[in-house]
């Protein structure tokens, strides 16, 4: 089965660029996250959605950061402009959307390192 | 009260020793508790998770230990093997914004295993 599918793996851009992470969830999963890893602050949720709807989005660190879920099968993760301390690595997960704690399925990673 | 408090942040054990990791919480409502586990380059994976109904749930050679009236739960991983070297994460798990869990990670154990 394929599980949570992240793009790029690794981005390397300079400061004041455009970022935009890519997620693909695992089919059928309607609950969908947006974490960011960092050595300082662990694992830290950014904003999550259900069923394609953002529903809390208080963990974005600022304006510079967007999400957006078009449909049930993709979303992105936007910064900018980018800065160095947007350096970290940024996970997707997703889960079914439901009351019984639905495991949450993490993709690999975007690293990202902002020069 | 929202945090989830995580120790040791790094630990070494022996091959077939016990490794031990502990946490800590404020919020009573939280209800899942669940364990991560992480590698190099990978993203968390669910490892074990228990709900605070139960004392004590084993899945092979790791056991989540859980005192409700301390508001502590443990991990314990028996035997302990090279390939358990990774990174541990509990987490304890909100329902809210319509029936999503929302995990909050504690900050991480780095695990050794010598061979």
């Known amino acids: 089965d394929a599980g949570v599918i992240q793009s790029p793996r690794h981005e390397v851009t300079e400061m004041g660029q455009e970022v935009t992470l890519r997620c693909k969830p695992i089919?059928?999963?309607?609950?969908l996250f947006w974490y960011r890893q960092t050595m300082m602050r662990g694992l830290e949720l950014l904003i999550y959605f259900n069923n394609n709807v953002p529903i809390d989005d208080s963990g974005m660190p600022e304006d510079r950061f967007s999400a957006k879920m078009p449909n049930a099968s993709f979303s992105t993760l936007k910064i900018q402009p980018s800065e160095p301390r947007d350096s970290a690595v940024y996970f997707c997960a997703s889960s079914l959307r439901g009351g019984d704690n639905q495991p949450q399925h993490f993709g690999d990673g975007t690293r990202l390192s902002i020069l | 009260q929202q945090q989830v408090k995580q120790s040791p942040q790094s630990l070494i054990v022996q091959k077939g020793g016990i490794s031990i990791i502990n946490c800590a919480y404020e919020?009573?409502?939280?209800?899942?508790f669940p364990w991560y586990q992480q590698f190099p380059g990978k993203g968390p994976a669910l490892l074990i998770a228990i709900r605070p109904d139960v004392s004590e749930k084993k899945e092979g050679r790791f056991t989540i230990s859980f005192n409700k009236s301390a508001k502590q739960f443990s991990l314990h991983i028996m035997d302990s093997q090279p390939g358990d070297s990774a990174t541990y994460f509990c987490?304890?798990?909100?329902?809210?914004?319509?029936?999503?869990?929302?995990?909050?990670f504690g900050t991480g154990t780095l695990l050794a295993v010598q061979p």
């Open positions: 987490a304890a798990s909100l329902i809210y914004g319509g029936a999503t869990n929302k995990l909050i």
């Open positions: 089919s059928g999963h309607n609950s």
């Open positions: 919020n009573t409502a939280f209800d899942y």
